[in-house]
């Protein structure tokens, strides 16, 4: 045993103060942890692990043996941690923000500080001891992805503490094993060596909405103790734990920051344990343990192992939940009753407008109403708002059912109208539950008139009283009625005479269609393209009507200007206008002029009216409709006003057109209403199709009566043939003159030709969906096209003129002048066409007209070969016709199949016997309707 000399005990250095000009490391990240809304708190006293404070509890020693100590590592970087706040730091909020700079930078510069001259602050650096350990490992990433290498801090060595430290921060520190050399080679990445770390909390602020920075590891002189703050704010305990690194886990050490829920005396219970070995004064003075000596000296020799650490913030918000807001009042009110039970009729009140409506409630679904929206849609909200006016027992009794041994049918409303099925709970159950019902109990009321039959049948069987909604009877006759149309329109085509008979001339089987599709719809809208003709169909639409189901009154609306073509036409197919029809012009507020209500409904050019003037038919109300397109409906925006018109019996259509999406092509659309709607290409009919359509176009003109003279003179050339049988060469002369000269050629007949020229090249050629390319004027007389070539309508186009006798580079340059213009007229004589090539103009998409009419009924068959070849179909043409002249008398004599001799058209100078014997046949019946 050895004994050691006294020694004369130094006096203690009093520690330099550290350089408040160093920066941070953790100000780097102050920038950062601003934005999440946090705040630096102030430094506290460091908490080492109580086996190394024993280690250093003697101040001499620490101080003798500052020239071995290492040098001090820089300071650790912990990445902010964000702390809750609460309400009680507001009185602390201030004094931590104003102390944020300072304690920032008292560690930075204590590190900086330590390195220039450990011997100054009498610091000694201690290390996690791993003894197998050399390679550096990497630990976790922080949740924000911002972590930083944690470095080691030096522990300054303990100075006696004259007073305990106070009780203002708690800290546990857990010792955790780390791996092996062999383990930590295995990772992937680095970890950083952790050192004894300073925990400083966040101090409290009075925002709740912002954050704490994380506490901060930096060097902290023992000999100096921070005053204790004197204002009394809620302490906040932070638990620091370093979790063990598993070999197979190479996720490094992990710090994990809660928010403790101790209270203030807890909290100061936990932070006098750790205060108590960092601050405590030596308990023996003077020699060192062996126990801590050989602690330090190991910690000294160990080697420095750098980790990560990963900070996890849990944060509790207060939220402020907004009380809910108080329940509507009561918009509705219920009537006086007199009967008391659940089920039955209802009046409901509305408390602010004071309006009343009446519904009959029969199940938590079965109700109706007599308000404007149950009646336009099928619902509206007064049944709800019955059913939330009962009590909890009527609620329960309306959800066991309709106590009864009846039942109820009812028409419900809509786009689609629909029949309700109301059995009573006590219906026997082959009564109560009938196929072909939705989960609703409806079924659609478009041909259930033999599901309502069977129902009455059964429920007369078997003694149940079956009430059934008055407006059933009507909604089910729409589809009774059409069917039975449908049935008396195939017997009447069984037998082909009896159609033959309807009209006084012969209609396309097309047009046929059109008219039979009209009368079996009972309301449509028909559109046939351009050329193929409407008015026939509608002539026979008509006479169906009014000879196989005694329509009634009809009112045909048409623009004013087509008045006359269409009293030609029921002329034309009649032989007169019907004396139930009324002709009307479109009027807008003032209905037309009729004795009675019209069964019938016809309008011409549907797209021309106005949305008053459609208004105005809307109000007639009349039960049949049929309405006539110009222009091809499926694209029209119109067309949902219309389908709208036509389907007021809500038997399908409209609710279809209402479920097509808003991109719906023509396809879709006619699809979805083929009920209702007859939209035709010619394209369509080819195979059903003449080879030209014809159109008689009947032309008012002043002056172009019947010439007197040469008729006068006819009439007495008939007679002398009459009774002599025989006519001089001076008298035949006289007669082809006479003939030469009735028809018209009065300069107004060619005014008005010339301007239906135009009319046709308008809406043949330059329409949006044109008929033809080119339009083709033809006629047997070329003094004629000569005088229709300079009339100043044509003059404007210009025309092209075609003649027999042309060269042929004059005829082609005719011919592609006429190609290259914009919606080109052409006029050519009869004789101009047959010195053609074959086939020369069957490329150009022709429409033809008809200049004159010829003796022949079969000339006008033959232009249209000569100009579109022998496969034609289709081929628009109209039939210039002038009033009061020689072509009502001559077609009408061709329509009754009067045969004139061919050589009329191209008369000879004189006759014959057999040629006047067959012009004598001929010319008195002619004459005769003159």
């Not at 050399?134 to 004259?162: F, Q």
């Not at 809620?234 to 710090?255: E, K, N, R, T, Y």
Request: aromatic share 4%; charged share 25%; proline share 8%.
């Amino acid at each position: 045993m050895t004994t050691t000399p006294n020694r004369r005990r130094p006096t203690a250095r009093k520690p330099r103060e550290a350089d408040t000009s160093a920066t941070s490391p953790i100000e780097g990240r102050e920038d950062l942890a601003s934005d999440a809304g946090v705040e630096s708190p102030s430094a506290t006293a460091s908490l080492a692990p109580l086996d190394v404070d024993g280690a250093l509890n003697d101040v001499f020693q620490a101080l003798m043996a500052e020239d071995d100590a290492p040098d001090a590592p820089p300071a650790v970087d912990v990445p902010p941690v964000a702390k809750p706040r609460g309400r009680r730091a507001d009185a602390a909020a201030k004094p931590a923000a104003a102390a944020k700079p300072a304690a920032a930078a008292k560690p930075a510069a204590a590190a900086k500080s330590s390195r220039k001259t450990p011997s100054a602050l009498g610091t000694e650096t201690v290390a996690l001891i791993e003894p197998t350990a050399s390679a550096p490992m990497s630990g976790a990433v922080e949740r924000s992805e911002l972590s930083e290498p944690v470095i080691e801090a030096p522990i300054p060595s303990a100075k006696p503490a004259r007073k305990r430290a106070g009780r203002s921060r708690t800290a546990e520190v857990e010792l955790v094993a780390l791996p092996a050399e062999s383990e930590v080679a295995e990772s992937p990445t680095a970890f950083a060596p952790t050192e004894w770390m300073e925990t400083i909390p966040a101090s409290d602020a009075a925002d709740e909405s912002e954050a704490a920075e994380v506490p901060v590891a930096a060097p902290v002189s023992p000999g100096r103790k921070r005053p204790a703050r004197k204002r009394g704010a809620a302490l906040q305990a932070v638990d620091v734990s370093v979790d063990p690194i598993h070999p197979a886990d190479h996720s490094g050490a992990h710090a994990q920051v809660d928010e403790a829920g101790a209270t203030s005396e807890a909290t100061a219970d936990l932070a006098s344990t750790a205060e108590e070995a960092v601050t405590a004064p030596a308990a023996k003075r003077g020699r060192r343990s062996r126990k801590s000596a050989a602690m330090v000296d190991e910690a000294e020799r160990a080697p420095v192992i750098e980790a990560e650490v990963e900070v996890e913030v849990e944060v509790e918000v207060e939220l402020e939940v907004e009380p809910p807001a108080p329940p509507e009042p009561p918009r509705y009110a219920l009537g006086s009753r007199e009967d008391d039970g659940v089920f039955g009729d209802y009046e409901l009140h509305h408390l602010e407008t004071g309006a009343t409506v009446r519904l009959r409630l029969l199940g938590p679904d079965a109700w109706r109403c007599d308000c404007g929206d149950y009646a336009a849609h099928g619902e509206c909200e007064h049944g709800e708002a019955l059913v939330s006016l009962l009590g909890v027992a009527q609620l329960r009794t309306l959800v066991a059912g309709w106590p009864a041994r009846e039942a109820e049918v009812w028409l419900v409303p809509g786009a689609q109208r629909r029949l309700q099925w109301v059995p009573g709970r006590e219906l026997p159950p082959a009564l109560r539950e009938r196929a072909g019902l939705d989960e609703e109990g409806r079924v659609d009321a478009e041909f259930s008139h033999d599901w309502l039959q069977h129902l009455l049948s059964d429920a007369r069987a078997q003694g149940v009283v079956l009430r059934v909604d008055a407006p059933v009877w009507p909604q089910l006759a729409w589809a009774r009625d059409a069917q039975a149309r449908v049935r008396r329109l195939e017997r009447l085509m069984a037998d082909g005479t009896a159609m033959a008979g309807l009209l006084g001339e012969e209609l396309p089987v097309y047009q046929w269609e059109a008219a039979l599709f009209a009368v079996c719809a009972g309301r449509a809208l028909v559109f046939d393209d351009l050329g193929l003709g409407q008015r026939g169909a509608t002539v026979a639409a008509v006479r169906l009507w009014s000879e196989l189901f005694d329509a009634g009154p009809v009112l045909l609306v048409a623009p004013a200007a087509a008045h006359a073509a269409w009293r030609r036409d029921f002329q034309r197919w009649l032989g007169e206008v019907p004396a139930g029809l009324t002709l009307a012009a479109p009027t807008a507020g003032k209905p037309p002029a009729i004795k009675q209500p019209p069964a019938l409904v016809i309008v011409d050019g549907i797209e021309t009216l106005s949305a008053d003037e459609l208004q105005t038919l809307r109000d007639l109300a009349a039960p049949h409709l049929l309405l006539l397109a110009g222009q091809e409906p499926l694209s029209d925006p119109r067309l949902g006003e219309w389908v709208d018109w036509l389907d007021i019996a809500r038997r399908g259509p409209l609710a279809q057109w209402q479920a097509l999406p808003a991109d719906a092509g023509k396809r879709a659309r006619r699809e979805a209403l083929e009920a209702i709607v007859l939209s035709r290409r010619k394209r369509e009919l080819i195979d059903e199709l003449p080879a030209a359509l014809l159109t008689p176009i009947w032309l008012e003109a002043a002056g172009a009566s019947l010439p007197q003279a040469p008729l006068k003179q006819l009439r007495q050339q008939i007679e002398r043939w009459t009774a002599k049988r025989f006519l001089g060469t001076a008298e035949q002369q006289q007669l082809l003159e006479a003939l030469a000269l009735l028809p018209p050629a009065s300069r107004q007949a060619l005014a008005a030709k010339a301007e239906a020229v135009l009319a046709l090249r308008r809406d043949w050629v330059q329409s949006p969906v044109p008929a033809a390319a080119r339009l083709l004027l033809c006629a047997r007389s070329e003094t004629l096209l000569d005088s229709l070539a300079q009339s100043p309508q044509l003059r404007r186009l210009p025309a092209y003129r075609l003649r027999a006798g042309d060269a042929v580079n004059d005829r082609d340059a005719t011919l592609q002048a006429w190609r290259a213009a914009e919606a080109g007229v052409l006029l050519a004589s009869d004789d101009a066409l047959a010195s053609l090539p074959e086939d020369l103009l069957v490329e150009d998409r022709l429409a033809l007209v008809h200049a004159d009419l010829p003796w022949q009924a079969q000339a006008l068959a033959h232009r249209v070969e000569l100009a579109c070849g022998e496969e034609a179909a289709g081929v628009p043409a109209a039939l210039l016709l002038i009033e009061g002249s020689l072509d009502a008398a001559l077609l009408r004599a061709q329509r009754e199949g009067l045969q004139f001799p061919a050589w009329l058209d191209a008369a000879p100078a004189w006759l014959d016997v057999d040629q006047l014997e067959s012009l004598m046949a001929v010319l008195p019946p002619l004459l005769e309707g003159l």
